[in-house]
């Protein structure tokens, strides 16, 4: 499918319209790709053909947001992050903020903001709060349920899956204990306003299809979205180039902080 400027400037335009969501700052090539196989598999000939198709109802328009960010994802993903996380970070998060409040920014289907709640549960009991959020509705159904397949588990400890995952149908469907402190919702990262007061936001594997300025632009905003002394847990190769003209420090690789004025528990720590 030949592909000319104008039919892309006249489809950004049109997803913009239609869902708030600016396909100017994510890198072109990887989504134009996308875009193109995407038309091809519903048979259109053209990009304004396919345009008119995916806005043209809510659930063609769910079905063009779920396919064009990728969703992959999994319960532990980079188990040794997490075991940083739980050793090293969260212990001086809970010293100050005894309920959490945390944000699983881009969390496709829930595990990571699942995983977040299993760690946080067995080992830091309290009334935490999670919120997850993305673009993708169907991903989001999915989180609110809590389901999962076995390559979703694969990585998950025994201690975790015995505690709190059970096996029913074929899939594995997470303790509904853990919803008690999940809660899902749509945002785009990209346009939406954000809560603040976060202690923790995991930001990971999302920001790849981002331009630099819309990457920049996003970490400026989750450092105004953290408490002081809140903390943003980055995936395992999105190190941020800005991070200290930003005001973050980097604490361990990939988890940057926003400092304490006066008392600053974490130096005090180490
Ligand atoms: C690869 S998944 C990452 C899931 C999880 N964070 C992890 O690391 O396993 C990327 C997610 O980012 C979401 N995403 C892409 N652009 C977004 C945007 N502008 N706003 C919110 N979410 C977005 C996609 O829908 C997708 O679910």
């Given at each position: 499918m030949q592909v000319s400027e104008s039919d892309w400037a006249a489809h950004y335009a049109a997803v913009k319209q239609k869902t708030g969501l600016d396909l100017n700052q994510y890198k072109p090539n990887q989504l134009q790709r996308r875009i193109v196989s995407m038309a091809e598999s519903k048979q259109h000939k053209s990009l304004s053909e396919f345009s008119s198709w995916a806005l043209s109802s809510s659930e063609n328009t769910a079905w063009f947001l779920d396919r064009l960010a990728i969703n992959v994802s999994e319960l532990f993903r980079n188990p040794e992050k997490w075991e940083e996380l739980r050793l090293k970070v969260l212990p001086q998060l809970v010293k100050t903020s005894p309920r959490l409040k945390c944000w699983s920014a881009g969390c496709s289907y829930g595990a990571e903001a699942y995983t977040l709640a299993m760690i946080l549960d067995r080992n830091f009991p309290g009334a935490h709060?999670?919120?997850?959020t993305d673009i993708d509705q169907a991903a989001l159904a999915q989180a609110k349920e809590g389901r999962f397949n076995d390559s979703d588990v694969?990585?998950?400890p025994n201690e975790y899956r015995s505690q709190y995952l059970t096996k029913l149908d074929g899939e594995w469907r997470a303790n509904r204990k853990l919803a008690a402190m999940l809660e899902f919702?749509?945002?785009?990262?990209?346009?939406?306003r954000f809560d603040s007061g976060?202690?923790?936001i995991l930001c990971r594997n999302v920001v790849i299809y981002f331009t630099d300025?819309?990457?920049?632009?996003?970490?400026?905003r989750f450092f105004q979205a953290l408490k002081p002394g809140g903390v943003l847990f980055v995936g395992s190769t999105e190190r941020l180039g800005k991070a200290q003209e930003t005001g973050y420090e980097s604490i361990i690789p990939f988890?940057?902080?926003?400092?304490?004025?006066?008392n600053d528990t974490w130096r005090n720590a180490s």
């Open positions: 709060r999670i919120v997850g694969k990585g998950v919702k749509t945002q785009n990262l990209l346009g939406d976060f202690d923790l300025e819309a990457k920049d632009l996003l970490y400026r988890f940057y902080r926003k400092p304490m004025i006066g």
